[in-house]
């Protein structure tokens, strides 16, 4: 008898983790105070406890194993400290050097773009205001994710991210979704 699986995107707020379980001493919120989950729910790949956006979840680990591989492309948009040059988004579309478990590697190359805010990620929690120097935004879609690759690219060209929200991983979309709201879906077609 084979199980059922199932599968869900969650628009994962800023200040929670994406684990279900925290064997450290200090509390962090975790991803089971947002929805009663089924035993054995797994996040899909992370987002750190400051990012924010589209998160998937499964009871199966082939899923999570397929949806985490270069096949998907993950797309974010990020508030950067400062105006981002021309010549900066050509460094992070060709690749950049950052630092990953004490080794330098070269990130693939990626799409990058300048922006203005999307409507659809409402206003997140206070960063700052303008009396602290001016910020700017990108979207930038990747086929891979070292940890925390997309703030560290970022810095690496002269601008930190500020804040980060994820907002598409392969064809599922961040947008029509509220923070914290779960939504059940197929991904039979993904196996």
């Known amino acids: 008898m084979s199980t059922k699986h199932q599968h869900f995107l969650l628009y994962k707020p800023a200040g929670y983790i994406s684990q279900f379980v925290y064997e450290k001493k200090r509390t ?16 899909i790949g992370r987002l750190d406890e400051n990012s924010e956006g589209l998160l998937m979840l499964t009871t199966d680990g082939n899923v999570s194993e397929t949806i ?40 693939k190359p990626c799409t990058a773009n300048k922006i203005e805010q999307p409507d659809y990620i409402g206003a997140g929690y206070r960063i700052r205001d303008e009396r602290h120097g001016p910020t700017s935004w990108i979207s930038i879609t990747l086929t891979e994710g070292k940890f925390r690759q997309v703030r560290k690219m970022t810095a690496a060209v002269g601008y930190p991210t500020l804040r980060l929200i994820r907002v598409r991983i392969g064809d599922w979309q961040l947008k029509g979704m509220n ?7 197929d991904l039979t077609d993904v196996i």
């Not at 962090?28 to 996040?43: I, N, V």
């Not at 270069?70 to 900066?88: F, P, R, S």
């Not at 923070?179 to 879906?185: S, Y």
Request: glycine share 10%; proline share 3%.
């Open 179 to 185: 923070p914290r709201e779960v939504v059940e879906v």
């Open 68 to 107: 985490r591989s270069t096949h998907y492309e993950k797309e974010y948009v990020a508030q950067l400290d400062g105006i981002i040059t021309d010549e900066a988004i050509e460094e992070l579309k060709k690749g950049v050097e950052i630092g990953v478990k004490g080794l330098r590697l070269m990130t």
């Open 28 to 43: 962090k919120r975790k991803l089971g105070e947002l929805y009663d989950f089924p035993k054995g729910t797994m996040a």
